[in-house]
């Protein structure tokens, strides 16, 4: 830290007691976190709603949005929902057999949607406290933050680089130039997604 300027040190040691306050009020526990299902562990529905999240995911993209979990078992993690007949996998390019993709089924949405109204109640126990303004600016903030920090959705880009070469194996300038525009990973929910007791 001894390259940082005097008002980012301070700045850092604020951040650090305003986590330390938040952890103290139980608010910074993940509201993934345990999501109830009485027959799926919760990994298995967080895996739901992360394909309810972000659509068509390539394996190894899943098994970063589920904390880095090794793919073997990452592999028996979806040999479970395929069998219970919630996610399929798909090969994503005709040459090469190897890529994996995974998708919700129907039955897989549905459960789906239960978990991300439990993630949006928690999440709206959080934004509770604020007023109507504060809310919007936190979420203006965030968002900032977000985009400046860098944080695009890699899985959307990946996904259209594996197109591109399914469609011109040889032209990986098209490739590039198609992901080549980074966009926000976060977008602003539609009304209707919040629940009611966020209003």
């Given at each position: 830290?001894s390259?940082?300027s005097m008002?980012?040190?301070?700045q850092?040691?604020?951040?650090?007691?305003?986590i330390?306050?938040?952890?103290?009020?139980?608010?910074?526990?993940?509201p993934?976190g345990?999501?109830?299902h009485t027959?799926?562990d919760?990994?298995e529905?967080q895996a739901l709603?992360w394909?309810k999240?972000?659509?068509?995911l390539?394996?190894?993209?899943l098994?970063?949005?589920l904390g880095?979990?090794?793919?073997?078992r990452?592999?028996?993690?979806?040999d479970r929902l395929?069998?219970?007949k919630?996610?399929?996998?798909?090969?994503?390019?005709r040459?090469d057999?190897?890529?994996?993709?995974?998708r919700?089924?129907e039955?897989?949405?549905?459960?789906?949607?239960?978990?991300?109204s439990?993630?949006?109640?928690?999440?709206a126990?959080?934004?509770l406290?604020?007023?109507?303004?504060?809310?919007?600016e936190?979420m203006?903030m965030?968002?900032g933050w977000?985009?400046?920090?860098?944080?695009?959705?890699r899985?959307?880009?990946?996904?259209?680089?594996?197109e591109?070469e399914?469609e011109?194996p040889?032209?990986?300038e098209v490739?590039?130039s198609?992901?080549?525009a980074?966009?926000?990973?976060l977008t602003?929910a539609?009304?209707?997604?919040?629940t009611a007791?966020?209003?």
């Open positions: 830290m390259e940082l008002e980012v040190r301070v850092v040691a604020r951040l650090r007691n305003l330390i306050d938040v952890a103290r009020c139980g608010a910074l526990s993940s993934l345990a999501l109830p027959e799926l919760p990994m529905v709603w394909l999240a972000e659509s068509l390539p394996v190894n993209v098994a970063d949005r880095g979990i090794a793919l073997p990452l592999s028996r993690l979806l395929e069998d219970a919630l996610v399929q996998r798909e090969r994503s390019v040459h057999r190897r890529r994996v993709r995974v919700l089924t039955q897989g949405r549905a459960l789906a949607e239960q978990a991300d439990v993630v949006q109640e928690r999440m126990k959080l934004l406290p604020l007023g109507g303004e504060q809310r919007s936190l203006d965030l968002e977000v985009q400046a920090m860098g944080c695009w959705n899985a959307e880009e990946q996904a259209a680089t594996e591109t399914a011109a040889d032209t990986a490739s590039a198609r992901t080549s980074p966009r926000p990973m602003r539609e009304p209707d997604a919040i007791n966020a209003a």
